[in-house]
């Protein structure tokens, strides 16, 4: 594993964190390092080789106020539609429910690079990015 500042607790409940895609008979949840084949259909579909699900809440994983976490949903949202036109809500939720689910965005067509920087800006720890492949990782920013 990289060197990084994210304590490895942290780190875990990331890696445990379920990626919810989408809402309704389209939802399908994300996992770190399984291979989805539904986000593979979404390739397939829209002509992309990768993903980036991330969300503007809770910079740094502090808890931040609600209407701080929309403004900054919205401002990301904004953002990613200005890279792609393949935007999906989602939201990242504690399978232990300790911690509640934060508003995301799955985006496809946006490559590693482009999703590290996005990571930072909006202070993220990490975001969960997939190649071709469709295995979700995470990309540690800090």
């Known amino acids: 594993m990289a060197v990084t500042l994210i304590p490895a607790a942290k780190i875990a409940a990331y890696e445990a964190t379920h990626y919810g895609v ?7 949840t994300l996992h770190i390092g399984q291979s989805s084949p539904h986000l593979a259909a979404l ?10 699900f991330i969300t503007a809440w809770n910079p740094y994983g502090a ?18 539609h200005r ?3 393949h935007v999906i809500e989602g939201a990242g939720a504690d399978p232990t429910g300790a911690w509640p689910p934060e508003q995301s ?15 930072t800006e909006f202070e ?11 295995v979700p990782g995470l990309l540690l920013l800090r």
Do not use: M, P
């Open 105 to 119: 965005f799955l985006a496809l067509g946006i490559d590693a690079e482009a999703g590290s920087r996005l990571g």
């Open 83 to 85: 890279l792609s036109t």
């Open 43 to 52: 390739y397939a579909a829209t002509g992309t080789n990768c993903a980036l």
């Open 22 to 28: 989408g809402s309704g008979s389209e939802a399908f």
């Open 63 to 80: 808890a931040r106020a609600l209407a701080d976490n929309k403004a900054a949903h919205h401002r990301l949202g904004a953002a990613l």
């Open 124 to 134: 993220q720890d990490a975001v969960v990015w997939a190649g071709g492949d469709a």
